[in-house]
């Protein structure tokens, strides 16, 4: 092989590993990029000329948070909210800040044991200089363990934003959002998109599924959210089996058990106006919760699945 051949083969892409796909529905999915890549290799080295790569090598250094390229940036705090739960800060350059619509996601890139993995979070604070991602670890996951070797000063590779829930002020009279543990994230910027508008009367219903009372999130900001007077927000606490030892404050508004059929039918009962429904959570709680909506009488057409 010449010098000239290997110097191309070095610079080809390299195809994607299942493992490098997050699963989310990414519009570009990774192996859309992968394939755009290598379409523009194959012209340049038709060409033979490799300044035709360098845009891409230019797109990677930029700051700004791109679909296609993964962009660094910087940790500049780490908050623990339970054993395995996390809040990390990421710093933006200047008073930048994401521009992500409502509920939109973003991908992560990790390696592990020399394994590139790939996973979608949504932020819950996109603010000038900095955002926030809420962080599950689990003891097996592949990314999990990249995660928690992070620091403040680390940098973190980020891709986006994908998806996202096409929210208008007032479309919806009311939102019921199911959520269970993390996905309770792409809920939260809806919630103070609503709150933080005064002419939007939207009510909310949000229902948080965890398993203990101490495994709530942001527990703070949630008390804060449901002091507005469009906003409710209920507990269900499935390893819980009495509510005597919970605060005052939430013992009315917090069940014990899981999220089931009937619960589901005396929260839809209890909504003020006819609900959309927004649903975030494992695979098998999306389809259990689609599953009790159809049977209370909420059609697939009024909900949202993140």
Not at 23 to 38: H, N
Not at 74 to 82: C, D, H, K, P, R
Not at 89 to 112: A, T
Not at 209 to 234: G, H, V
């Amino acid at each position: 092989m010449s010098g000239n051949e290997h110097d191309w083969l070095a610079l080809k892409p390299q195809e994607p590993s299942p493992s490098q796909c997050c699963g989310s529905g990414c519009k570009p999915c990774i192996y859309d990029v992968y394939e755009k890549e290598l379409a523009q290799w194959e012209r340049a080295k038709a060409k033979q000329d490799k300044s035709l790569l360098m845009e891409k090598k230019e797109q990677s250094n930029n700051s700004e948070l791109n679909p296609d390229t993964f962009t660094a940036f910087s940790i500049s705090s780490v908050e623990q909210l339970t054993e395995d739960t996390y809040q990390y800060k990421f710093e933006l350059p200047g008073n930048s800040s994401l521009r992500l619509s409502l509920g939109q996601h973003i991908v992560l890139r990790g390696v592990v044991n020399g394994l590139e993995v790939q996973r979608a979070y949504t932020p819950i604070r996109n603010a000038e200089g900095y955002f926030e991602v809420l962080m599950k670890c689990y003891e097996a996951g592949l990314m999990s363990q990249y995660i928690k070797t992070w620091k403040k000063g680390d940098m973190v590779f980020w891709r986006g934003p994908f998806g996202g829930f096409p929210y208008r002020p007032n479309k919806h009279g009311e939102l019921l959002m199911l959520a269970s543990g993390t996905g309770l994230a792409p809920m939260l910027p809806i919630l103070q998109s609503i709150t933080d508008d005064e002419e939007d009367e939207t009510f909310v219903t949000l229902v948080g599924c965890f398993r203990t009372f101490d495994k709530i999130y942001l527990k703070p900001l949630l008390q804060d959210l449901a002091r507005y007077w469009n906003i409710r927000i209920f507990y269900v606490l499935s390893q819980e089996t009495s509510l005597e030892k919970l605060p005052w404050s939430y013992q009315e508004n917090t069940f014990t058990g899981r999220l089931n059929e009937d619960l589901m039918k005396t929260i839809i009962n209890s909504c003020r106006r006819r609900p959309f429904v927004l649903i975030c959570g494992s695979s098998a709680f999306s389809e259990d919760m689609s599953r009790y909506l159809k049977a209370v009488g909420i059609e697939e057409n009024s909900c949202f699945v993140f």
